[in-house]
């Protein structure tokens, strides 16, 4: 058995942009939220994603600004470290090991070299105990540093970022966990803490959700879980505080924000709408239908854009005049993925549930969803309780150019329907468009359903629990008729319910797993060509071997039996006992893969039916049961791959936990090409066009052009030393380790002038040369004889073709030439 020695599960996307608080940068033209084990930076005008900051080991909790420098970002992770990066380039520049799990992190500008952290109280025996701490920054030069001490500040706290606040730029901290409110007074190094009640009088909830500071006053805003907002004055005595309940909802409050001018304070109603709500009048405005519901609310320094992230996994920028700017959508995760994964064979995109009733593209390279399609095609009421169609099954035609879905609705507010429809691919429109709908195609539940693999057959098969499986083909009798699905062939297996099927590589034979019998069939005559010996269990999961394991087809069972048949012998080739609980294989080699649970985690197994041995295992790959994979074939196949990893050189496997986390395997080769590229700076368009800009780039044109137009002469000219060292580094250094632009543009203005002094020595020693030249030419014609005179006129006069112009610097060579004295060479020795 072969370890995994040459690769390790990581995230590979799709991971949660909605866990924190949105950032913006300073210029509002960047968004930063925390991504899985990284921080992801998006443009706020393209919606693309510049750079990924890449470093933490375990979830990213907290992101915070560096207050002394607007071009670094803090990020903290439950991995108990904190680091410092440069966001604009992607460089991480220090770590700070704290030593536990961070919850949150905070900063603030009044405190320069401290940043605050949330850190389980160690010496408790609640687990839920959470301290704020504070943590002096160490100004050691080396890039990991270990903290040492931290300083409490505040007790007893919440570990949601959203319960606490710093206020007037960091004079006070104010914490709410359940009933209580805590501020804490830097100055006075005093903490007062109010109560209320569990309920008033109208039985209402009183429990704190979140809380926002204003920038300005000393008023502190807090929601609630009965829907109330309060705003708390006089909170620093404690004898004398007030507060005042300008709104409710219906619902809880869960994100609240003050802009930076503190005129306006945003909220969020769990009807996904934003409210703004004008501080001290009673106005407001309402941007409602913006999705799911509103998880946090942001606003940029200026505030000119809002930010607000859904429970969809969605961003929304959202500009002053209340107007939807950008939208970020990661990779939806519902409660359930029905579907299972799937490769669009055209786009190469992972196809899986998206919002409820819609099935979603995603990007798995450029880790971006493309886009959404509605399949239930109604209108979704956000109702707890309320029973709605969803979809249950997919699968795709070889070559992408048919969709096949199942939606289902069951419950007992609504009559149980089922519907079939088959999606054609609108190469104009470049999206699904539908062409069949079939309105109960089983008598109860599709338990499966499968194209076949063959690119000229336009084959589906559906499996359902009222025991039979239908074939459906593609009718239309003359090409201008309109084509559609319809009902090719109904079978069955001695009314057993089928759970499973699957076609061979080629598509010319269909196994279908009738409980605890497995059937093999061929779709041209729909003849039942053999019947497997009964395993112990139902069979759960089909699969035909692939290539030269193409006479091999695979099964799982209940009975935590995995068993692998001989189609030519029609036997039993081997079978183990494990625990499968999903089989999936390669569609590019021959390789299988086969999730096990063990224990409360999952372990892997990639092999080949022909081989008794595994070619790799991963053991613990994730906790809980995988019920979802899929291989995605790669663009280029790996090169120079480990032997532990030879099995990812064709295709990637991906896989989906019990947390709905997308996890595949990272090869080392990969991620070295990974960082190569992640090296290499992006330039911005949208950088302003400044002078300076200006003068670099049009001297660099500049310099060019001259250099390829002075190839071929030797004028004298001074020329700026483009190539050099000092001017790589002047254009590729980050700026917050230069010094300040007055030095550079003194230095770089310097460097294009030329000094008087020069250029009048330069001119008067060209002035004397010429004036040597010209004495010299006129004793030369004094010398000459008449007959040679003579004859050089002649030749002149009958020349057929012009003297060819030649530059000064060639006629000071040929003046040298005939100065030289040649009559050394005609005497005898």
């Given at each position: 058995?072969?370890?995994?020695?040459?690769?390790?599960?990581v995230?590979?996307?799709?991971?949660k942009?909605?866990?924190?608080e949105?950032?913006?940068?300073?210029?509002?033209?960047?968004?930063?939220?925390?991504?899985?084990?990284?921080?992801?930076?998006?443009?706020?005008?393209?919606?693309?994603?510049?750079?990924?900051?890449?470093?933490?080991?375990?979830l990213?909790?907290?992101?915070?600004?560096?207050?002394?420098?607007h071009?670094?970002?803090?990020?903290c992770?439950?991995d108990?470290?904190?680091?410092?990066?440069d966001?604009?380039?992607g460089?991480?520049?220090?770590?700070?090991?704290?030593?536990?799990?961070?919850?949150?992190?905070?900063?603030?500008?009044?405190?320069?070299?401290?940043?605050?952290?949330?850190?389980?109280?160690?010496?408790?025996?609640?687990?839920?105990?959470?301290?704020?701490?504070?943590?002096?920054?160490?100004?050691?030069?080396?890039?990991?540093?270990?903290?040492?001490?931290?300083?409490?500040?505040?007790?007893?706290?919440?570990?949601?970022?959203?319960?606490?606040?710093?206020?007037?730029?960091?004079?006070?901290?104010?914490?709410?966990?359940?009933?209580?409110?805590?501020?804490?007074?830097?100055?006075?190094?005093?903490?007062?803490?109010?109560?209320?009640?569990?309920?008033?009088?109208?039985?209402?909830?009183?429990t704190?959700?979140?809380?926002?500071?204003?920038?300005?006053?000393?008023?502190?805003?807090?929601?609630?879980?009965?829907g109330?907002?309060?705003?708390?004055?006089?909170?620093?005595?404690k004898?004398?505080?007030?507060?005042?309940?300008?709104h409710?909802?219906?619902n809880?409050?869960?994100?609240?924000?003050?802009?930076?001018?503190?005129?306006?304070?945003?909220?969020?109603?769990?009807?996904?709408?934003?409210?703004?709500?004008?501080?001290?009048?009673?106005?407001?405005?309402?941007?409602?239908?913006?999705?799911?519901?509103?998880?946090?609310?942001?606003?940029?320094?200026?505030?000119?854009?809002?930010?607000?992230?859904?429970?969809?996994?969605?961003?929304?920028?959202?500009?002053?005049?209340?107007?939807?700017?950008?939208?970020?959508?990661?990779?939806?995760?519902?409660?359930e993925?029905?579907?299972?994964?799937?490769?669009?064979?055209?786009?190469?995109?992972?196809?899986?549930?998206?919002?409820?009733?819609?099935?979603?593209?995603y990007?798995?390279?450029?880790?971006?969803?493309?886009?959404?399609?509605?399949?239930?095609?109604?209108?979704?009421?956000?109702?707890?309780?309320?029973?709605?169609?969803d979809?249950?099954?997919?699968s795709?035609?070889?070559?992408?150019?048919?969709?096949?879905t199942v939606?289902?609705c069951?419950?007992?507010?609504?009559?149980?329907?089922?519907?079939?429809?088959?999606?054609?691919?609108?190469?104009?429109?470049?999206?699904?468009?539908?062409?069949?709908?079939?309105?109960?195609?089983?008598?109860?539940?599709?338990?499966?359903?499968?194209?076949?693999?063959?690119?000229?057959?336009?084959?589906?098969?559906t499996?359902?629990?009222?025991?039979?499986?239908?074939?459906?083909?593609?009718?239309?009798?003359?090409?201008?008729?309109?084509?559609?699905?319809?009902?090719?062939?109904?079978?069955?297996?001695?009314?057993?319910?089928p759970?499973?099927?699957?076609?061979?590589?080629?598509?010319?034979?269909?196994?279908?797993?009738?409980?605890g019998?497995?059937t093999?069939?061929?779709?041209?005559?729909?003849?039942?060509?053999l019947?497997?010996?009964?395993?112990?269990?139902?069979?759960?999961?089909?699969?035909?071997?692939?290539?030269?394991?193409?006479?091999?087809?695979?099964?799982?069972?209940?009975?935590?039996?995995?068993?692998?048949?001989?189609?030519?012998?029609?036997?039993?080739?081997?079978?183990?006992?494990?625990?499968?609980?999903?089989?999936?294989?390669?569609?590019?080699?021959?390789?299988m893969?086969?999730?096990?649970?063990?224990?409360?985690?999952?372990?892997?197994?990639?092999?080949?039916?022909?081989?008794?041995?595994?070619?790799f295992?991963?053991?613990?790959?994730?906790?809980?049961?995988?019920?979802?994979?899929?291989?995605?074939?790669r663009?280029?196949?790996l090169?120079?791959?480990?032997?532990?990893?030879?099995?990812?050189?064709?295709?990637?496997?991906?896989?989906?936990?019990?947390?709905t986390?997308?996890?595949?395997?990272?090869?080392?080769?990969?991620?070295?090409?990974?960082?190569?590229?992640?090296?290499?700076?992006?330039?911005?368009?949208?950088?302003?066009?400044?002078?300076?800009?200006?003068?670099?780039g049009k001297?660099?044109?500049?310099?060019?052009?001259?250099?390829?137009?002075?190839?071929?002469?030797?004028?004298?000219?001074?020329?700026?030393?483009?190539?050099?060292?000092?001017?790589?580094?002047?254009?590729h250094?980050p700026?917050?380790?230069?010094?300040?632009?007055?030095?550079?543009?003194s230095?770089?203005?310097?460097?294009?002038?030329?000094?008087?002094?020069?250029?009048?020595?330069?001119?008067?020693?060209?002035?004397?040369?010429?004036e040597?030249?010209?004495?010299?030419?006129?004793?030369?014609?004094?010398?000459?004889?008449?007959?040679?005179?003579?004859?050089?006129?002649?030749?002149?006069?009958?020349?057929?073709?012009?003297?060819?112009?030649?530059?000064r610097?060639?006629e000071?060579?040929?003046?040298?030439?005939?100065?030289?004295?040649?009559?050394?060479?005609?005497?005898?020795?």
């Open positions: 058995m072969v370890e995994l020695t040459g690769a390790r599960v995230r590979c996307g799709g991971s942009i909605n866990y924190r949105p950032k913006f940068t300073i210029d509002s033209k960047l968004l930063l939220c925390a991504s899985g084990d990284s921080v992801k930076v998006f443009s706020t005008g393209t919606e693309e994603c510049v750079h990924t900051l890449q470093g933490h080991t375990d990213v909790t907290g992101i915070a600004f560096n207050p002394t420098n071009l670094q970002v803090y990020s992770s439950l108990g470290t904190v680091r410092l990066w966001y604009t380039d460089i991480l520049i220090k770590t700070l090991v704290i030593g536990y799990g961070v919850l949150a992190l905070y900063a603030s500008q009044k405190h320069e070299g401290i940043v605050f952290l949330t850190v389980p109280v160690t010496s408790s025996t609640d687990s839920e105990a959470f301290q704020l701490v504070a943590v002096h920054l160490p100004k050691s030069a080396s890039q990991e540093v270990e903290v040492r001490e931290l300083s409490s500040v505040l007790t007893d706290i919440s570990p949601d970022p959203r319960a606490s606040c710093f206020g007037r730029g960091g004079e006070y901290i104010a914490s709410a966990k359940g009933l209580q409110l805590s501020v804490f007074f830097f100055r006075k190094q005093k903490t007062y803490r109010f109560l209320l009640k569990a309920t008033d009088k109208k039985g209402a909830k009183n704190f959700t979140c809380i926002s500071c204003h920038p300005n006053e000393d008023c502190i805003a807090t929601g609630h879980q009965d109330k907002i309060r705003l708390w004055r006089n909170f620093d005595q004898k004398e505080y007030t507060y005042s309940t300008q409710w909802h219906h809880a409050v869960s994100a609240l924000a003050f802009t930076p001018e503190g005129t306006t304070l945003l909220r969020r109603r769990v009807e996904s709408v934003l409210v703004l709500w004008s501080y001290g009048a009673q106005s407001k405005d309402l941007l409602p239908r913006l999705g799911a519901a509103i998880q946090h609310i942001s606003v940029s320094p200026e505030g000119a854009l809002y930010c607000t992230s859904h429970t969809d996994n969605k961003i929304t920028v959202i500009s002053s005049s209340l107007k939807v700017s950008a939208v970020i959508q990661g990779l939806v995760k519902g409660e993925v029905k579907t299972g994964l799937l490769i669009d064979p055209r786009s190469r995109a992972l196809v899986l549930n998206g919002k409820p009733g819609h099935l979603q593209f990007s798995l390279r450029q880790d971006r969803q493309l886009y959404n399609l509605d399949i239930v095609q109604q209108e979704y009421i956000h109702q707890v309780g309320l029973d709605q169609s979809v249950v099954k997919a795709f035609h070889p070559q992408g150019s048919w969709l096949a939606e289902e069951r419950g007992a507010s609504c009559e149980p329907e089922t519907f079939l429809k088959l999606w054609a691919y609108n190469e104009q429109s470049q999206s699904f468009e539908l062409n069949t709908r079939v309105s109960s195609p089983h008598e109860d539940r599709v338990t499966a359903m499968c194209f076949s693999p063959d690119a000229d057959a336009a084959l589906l098969v499996a359902g629990k009222d025991g039979h499986f239908k074939a459906w083909q593609l009718a239309g009798d003359t090409p201008s008729d309109r084509v559609s699905w319809a009902c090719e062939f109904v079978g069955g297996y001695h009314l057993l319910r759970e499973s099927c699957c076609f061979s590589a080629d598509g010319s034979l269909l196994a279908l797993g009738f409980e019998v497995v093999v069939w061929s779709p041209e005559s729909w003849e039942l060509l019947t497997l010996s009964q395993p112990p269990g139902e069979i759960r999961d089909l699969c035909f071997g692939r290539l030269s394991c193409s006479r091999y087809l695979l099964g799982t069972t209940s009975k935590n039996l995995l068993c692998c048949w001989n189609l030519l012998t029609c036997s039993l080739e081997w079978s183990s006992r494990l625990d499968v609980t999903l089989l999936q294989a390669d569609p590019l080699s021959e390789n893969a086969a999730f096990c649970h063990t224990a409360a985690h999952s372990d892997l197994f990639v092999f080949r039916p022909s081989e008794p041995r595994p070619l295992s991963q053991k613990a790959v994730c906790s809980g049961k995988v019920h979802r994979a899929v291989f995605a074939p663009e280029e196949a090169e120079s791959c480990e032997e532990g990893a030879q099995w990812l050189n064709a295709s990637q496997l991906y896989f989906m936990t019990e947390q986390d997308l996890m595949t395997f990272s090869t080392k080769s990969e991620e070295d090409r990974i960082m190569a590229s992640n090296k290499q700076l992006v330039i911005d368009d949208s950088v302003a066009m400044t002078p300076f800009y200006l003068l670099l001297h660099r044109q500049q310099q060019q052009e001259k250099q390829d137009s002075l190839t071929n002469q030797s004028a004298a000219a001074v020329r700026l030393p483009q190539g050099s060292r000092a001017i790589r580094e002047l254009l250094t700026a917050h380790v230069l010094p300040s632009a007055s030095v550079l543009c230095l770089f203005v310097d460097s294009l002038l030329i000094s008087r002094a020069a250029v009048r020595e330069g001119s008067e020693a060209e002035e004397e040369e010429m040597s030249e010209r004495e010299e030419d006129s004793d030369e014609e004094e010398e000459t004889d008449p007959r040679e005179a003579r004859r050089a006129l002649e030749d002149r006069i009958g020349a057929v073709e012009p003297a060819p112009e030649v530059c610097a060639q000071r060579e040929l003046r040298r030439v005939r100065r030289t004295d040649f009559s050394w060479i005609s005497t005898s020795p």
